[in-house]
């Protein structure tokens, strides 16, 4: 399992270490990358989750940098920072999700921040294999995950992965807020459940897989309290 990532891209040096130097107490949580214009950002291959982006940037703007984001399939939480609020309104448009403003002040910062962590439930990274090859995946995109043996097969929407550990010490890695063991074998992801019946869990691609009857009350009541948090 790995950190959060939180890119920053902004073409002023000076605030990408003001903005690490103010959020240093995160270092436990977040791993901090930078990149200096709209163009290496888009260029950029890694998984991240939160993005701190200036406006105004040289040739590629803030704001058509996260439109050209979004339309490849990238769709961080945006902090927008910026020095000019009549531009917010843009921000907001294209799903940005709070905005700082400059010079930046660390309360507001901190704040954003912190919004933002409280947001990015499914966002943490897994190292799997398949077919001898290594991958990154988010667990937001994990349906289920179940025992084979010594190892774990990790069963996504189109992709099937697996991990050589066993099925415990997996769980112990996922968000307990996104994850819940099912049943002996298997470990669901609360927010790819379609439908519960009275043997089997219903994902939202079809696939069937086991509950077990001890195991059902809980699941119905980690169901509710995920549908709620997703209405705050």
Do not use: W
């Not at 040096?13 to 690490?20: F, L, W």
């Not at 290594?134 to 097969?153: M, P, Q, R, S």
């Amino acid at each position: 399992m790995n950190k959060n990532r939180v890119m920053i891209c902004d073409d002023d040096p000076v605030i990408h270490s003001t903005i690490k130097e103010m959020l240093s107490e995160y270092d436990d949580v977040f791993e901090f990358v930078s990149v200096y214009d709209g163009e290496s950002l888009l260029q950029y291959k890694e998984m991240f989750s939160i993005l701190l982006l200036d406006i105004d940037m040289g040739v590629l703007d803030g704001i058509e940098t996260a439109k050209r984001l979004k339309n490849n399939g990238i769709e961080p939480l945006i902090i927008m920072i910026s020095s000019k609020r009549e531009r917010f309104k843009e921000a907001f448009m294209i799903g940005a999700s709070r905005f700082v403003t400059k010079p930046i002040d660390k309360d507001e910062l901190v704040e954003a921040i912190q919004y933002a962590k409280s947001q990015i439930i499914g966002y943490t990274t897994h190292v799997v294999s398949k077919k001898g090859r290594k991958y990154k995946i988010f667990e937001k995109d994990i349906e289920y995950i179940k025992a084979v043996k010594d190892y774990v097969e990790i069963v996504c929407k189109q992709e099937t992965y697996d991990c050589n550990c066993p099925l415990k010490k997996m769980e112990e890695t996922l968000d307990k807020e996104l994850f819940m063991s099912c049943h002996r074998s298997y470990v669901v992801n609360i927010s790819k459940i379609r439908d519960l019946q009275d043997d089997c869990i219903i994902t939202i691609s079809g696939k069937e897989i086991p509950i077990s009857r001890r195991k059902k009350k809980g699941m119905m009541k980690a169901i509710m309290n995920f549908e709620l948090r997703g209405k705050i």
